[in-house]
């Protein structure tokens, strides 16, 4: 399975920052068991703490995941570099599928593609969070490389040596 990363346009990704926040307070609710209201501010005050110049801020990669050859859009994936104890990384913020493109191996073919485009940036290695209730994530991301460094309460950081 081959895919292509594109940068988003503003209009997908407006879409996406809905979307995202929506699913982050979704996420939030399980985890720290708080209501939808302070779950929704709390998405929305973190989105913009961490784009606040939307799609142009510096370092993040927001980008439309589509099928090679057909070049049909299949998802999301969000991510950024950062220096961490002296190492470039890549950080996984987000990694959406669409639900009828899933199980066809385009997550998968997505982080490796993340990870060639980090590699040649640098990138020495590939980390994500992963909330503990998210058991899928967690088998995709441990299936991919990524071993679990840091447990903490509601999820865990992975990672992985990238090349």
């Not at 050859?69 to 950080?91: A, C, H, N, P």
């Not at 899933?102 to 980390?127: P, T, V």
Request: proline fraction near 2%; glycine fraction near 6%; hydrophobic fraction near 35%.
């Amino acid at each position: 399975m081959k895919v292509r990363l594109r940068k988003m346009s503003l209009q997908e990704f407006e879409a996406f920052r809905e979307y995202s926040t929506n699913d982050y307070a979704k996420d939030l609710m399980k985890a720290q068991n708080t209501t939808q209201e302070n779950a929704l501010k709390q998405a929305v005050t973190e989105f913009s703490d961490i784009l606040p110049e939307g799609i142009k801020t510096k370092d993040h990669s927001l980008m439309m995941i589509e099928e090679e050859d057909s070049r049909k859009s299949v998802g999301i994936i969000w991510y950024l570099y950062e220096i961490t104890e002296g190492t470039k990384q890549v950080f996984l913020n987000d990694l959406l599928i669409y639900e009828e493109e899933r199980r066809k191996g385009y997550a998968m073919a997505a982080l490796s593609e993340m990870a060639h485009n980090a590699a040649k940036d640098g990138c020495r290695q590939s980390i994500i969070y992963v909330w503990k209730h998210n058991p899928p994530g967690v088998n995709l991301y441990t299936k991919c490389g990524y071993v679990t460094f840091r447990e903490l309460k509601d999820g865990m950081y992975m990672g992985r040596e990238i090349e």
